[in-house]
């Protein structure tokens, strides 16, 4: 199957700073990618969609000037958790679709992010 | 996307069938069935999909019945790294529709 990477696998920061995780396709073209939060003993939430070039669609109840995303080419995804809080706290795991694997749904290994 | 229902876990002795239900009920006809599986701590792992017709790969067979109301996904010799969360989801092919994540169904493989 494909593969998608994130980086870093796991962070640790100061409450008000601001965090950036990256998110690639290694051997496909990602016309969509998507980011998830998932809390401890919780099934995966889904925040936004984005497609390249374009502006991403957010969840309900997902602060779009808190997760900026960038979706600025067909292999890289940025999300940046602005102002970090102790309640942002969470695993996210991004995921990416392309029409080279018939439009699978391909996902990260996830990122640990921990607010103190 | 129609929702799908699963038992929230299953045993299963190592080395036996892992058969895993998935109830399907509204499930309309231009949407797939995937199934993926989450190990602790890791990003979701894609097993399989389907429309209406079984399907089988190095990994696992998925069995859809005729009305496409449920599914089954069957890991044929299960062994102890097959223990996780096995999500079933259905969702139309195309176009920017993510995957939505229900509870899944807890797999513990057992010596």
């Known amino acids: 199957g494909a593969v998608v990477s994130q980086h870093p696998s796991r962070v640790i920061c100061k409450s008000g700073t601001s965090v950036k995780i990256e998110c690639r396709s290694l051997d496909f073209q990602a016309t969509t990618m998507f980011w998830y939060r998932q809390f401890p003993k919780q099934s995966l939430m889904l925040m936004a969609t984005s497609n390249e070039g374009s502006k991403a669609t957010y969840e309900q109840g997902v602060e779009k000037d808190k997760f900026l995303i960038n979706h600025a080419s067909l292999t890289l995804s940025t999300l940046t958790v602005t102002s970090a809080h102790p309640e942002d706290s969470s695993f996210y795991i991004c995921?990416?679709?392309?029409?080279?694997?018939?439009?699978?749904?391909?996902f990260g290994p996830g990122t640990r992010l921990l607010v103190l | 996307d129609a929702k799908t229902t699963q038992p929230p876990s299953m045993d299963c002795a190592e080395g036996r069938a892992a058969n895993l239900p998935c109830n399907h009920s509204?499930?309309?006809?231009?949407?797939?069935v995937y199934w993926y599986r989450q190990i602790h701590s890791q990003g979701p792992q894609y097993i399989i999909h389907g429309l209406k017709n079984n399907e089988t790969n190095e990994m696992a067979s998925l069995i859809i019945t005729e009305d496409r109301k449920s599914s089954t996904l069957i890991l044929p010799h299960a062994t102890l790294r097959d223990t996780a969360v096995y999500y079933c989801?259905?969702?139309?092919?195309?176009?920017?529709?993510?995957?939505?994540f229900g509870k899944g169904t807890r797999l513990s493989v057992i010596a």
């Open positions: 995921s990416a679709r392309g029409t080279g694997y018939g439009e699978t749904q391909y």
């Open positions: 989801i259905v969702r139309g092919y195309s176009g920017n529709t993510p995957l939505v």
């Open positions: 509204t499930i309309s006809g231009n949407e797939y």
